[in-house]
């Protein structure tokens, strides 16, 4: 079966410092993979989105990026968090396989202070 | 381009009553619709999603969806609520099959004793 983790749980990072989130997939090969942001009271923001290693896709300008170094693994990262970047950070995958149905990750809460 | 409204951030019931949490989307072409439930601090899980197959659609927990082309709606609906239903709920559109999903703002469901 097929399995989604992030990591870390929690964050809480000053202004400025960088950021880096870790997402991983198991169980299936070249899934589509997605960053998703929500903020309180705002919903899902579509970040990042990637149909396959090295090929990404950004929905919003902002000051933070995203990776895929390997099949199954996405990075989002940034040189100078704001405040405006807390929020609850959320990955997700589909494949063909799977009739590209969007399975989400536990979430990484990050706090910018 | 597609879009989503849920009517109603915030939905409270009494356990046992009617549950009804509404949804219209808006796209160009024939919609893939999802329902989706965030407990707090957590991802989310797919409730159940209509793919133009039968327009009533079962998910899990006991919830069920109608899609009505010509009220452009996918509302949600459980005959009896349990304290356990209280979440968030996002409905979610996604034009093609393996298109960007685009969320609703997501609606807050309480359920009292």
Redesign the interface.
């Known amino acids: 079966s097929q399995t989604i983790h992030q990591w870390p749980a929690t964050l809480v990072q000053p202004v400025g410092s960088p950021l880096s989130l870790e997402c991983t997939v198991e169980g299936t090969s070249n899934p589509?993979l997605?960053w998703y942001r929500q903020a309180a009271?705002?919903?899902?923001q579509?970040l990042f989105?990637s149909v396959g290693i090295g090929q990404i896709s950004s929905?919003v300008p902002q000051n933070l990026s995203a990776s895929r170094p390997q099949d199954r693994q996405f990075i989002l990262s940034s040189k100078k968090l704001l405040l405006s970047d807390s929020g609850?950070y959320?990955c997700?995958w589909?494949s063909?396989a799977r009739?590209?149905?969007?399975?989400?990750?536990?979430?990484t809460?990050l706090t910018v202070t | 381009a597609q879009s989503v409204t849920q009517l109603g951030s915030h939905v409270s019931v009494s356990e046992g009553a009617l549950v009804l949490l509404r949804c219209n989307y808006s796209s160009s072409v024939p919609p893939y619709l999802f329902w989706y439930v965030q407990y707090p601090n957590q991802g989310l899980q797919l409730l159940l999603k209509y793919t133009s197959a039968a327009t009533l659609v079962k998910g899990i927990n006991g919830f069920e969806a109608e899609f009505k082309k010509s009220e452009t709606s996918f509302h949600l609906t459980k005959p009896s609520a349990h304290m356990s239903d209280a979440a968030e709920y996002f409905c979610a559109v996604r034009a093609s099959g393996y298109g960007k999903l685009t969320f609703g703002q997501g609606t807050i469901l309480t359920v009292h004793p």
């Open positions: 589509n997605y009271g705002r919903g899902l579509l989105y929905e609850f959320l997700a589909s063909e009739g590209y149905e969007q399975y989400f990750g536990p979430g809460r």
